[in-house]
């Protein structure tokens, strides 16, 4: 079991998109959303052989592979999330705000493959774990712009789902960073370097 589990969450994953990718709210608004969630899935199924990650690793990058999903049938705005709204009071749908954190759980991975190939030291691959996932937060809030900039209309505005929040990518973009901060918290209790002394000018031993 745990030497399938990659395989098996795979498989459900799979399961799960494609339910999902039936009759969404708007076909133009989930093709956009889920050329990315296609694109990372395929590139961890067709790297599987050449680098497994660890099988937490392969949870945390599922955390988003699901919301993404979620939020590319319904629209992030429209998820059906009112139990939460309702619960602390909240004017908006923060369904998004929860898909972005988890985005920076793909922090973990990134660390975790500097580190077993011995590519950077403790203190910059976990840098570079938390600044590549600043970065890509960064990328993606231009290309939803762009794309609600071209598509304008309905389509435009599900997919930029600003709710009417002018800072609504400044947000988006610091949940992301928390969650990257989240993930190098975990890799950091994982690899035991919170109880044990690092050498900061070598690998620990």
């Known amino acids: 079991m745990n030497a399938r589990f990659p395989q098996i969450l795979g498989l459900l994953f799979a399961g799960f998109f494609t339910v999902l990718a039936i009759a969404p709210v708007s076909r133009e608004v989930w093709w956009a959303e889920n050329i990315p969630v296609m694109g990372m899935f395929l590139l961890l199924a067709f790297t599987y052989r050449k680098f497994r990650y660890s099988n937490l690793a392969y949870a945390m990058m599922a955390v988003w592979l699901f ?105 988006d973009m610091l949940a992301d960073t928390l969650g990257a901060v989240f993930a190098m918290m975990v890799f950091t209790i994982k690899q035991g370097w919170h109880r044990k002394k690092v050498s900061w000018t070598g690998f620990p031993r």
């Open 67 to 171: 919301l993404h999903t979620i939020g590319g049938h319904y629209t992030f705005a429209n998820v059906p999330f009112s139990w939460v709204t309702n619960l602390f009071g909240f004017e908006r749908n923060h369904f998004d705000r929860v898909a972005h954190f988890a985005v920076g759980f793909y922090a973990f991975p990134l660390a975790e493959l500097l580190w077993r190939k011995r590519l950077a030291h403790p203190a910059v691959l976990l840098l570079f774990g938390l600044t590549a996932i600043m970065a890509v937060a960064c990328a993606y809030e231009i290309i939803e712009w762009g794309y609600a900039v071209l598509e304008g209309g309905e389509a435009g505005v599900e997919f930029l789902g600003s709710q009417g929040d002018p800072w609504d990518a400044q947000k």
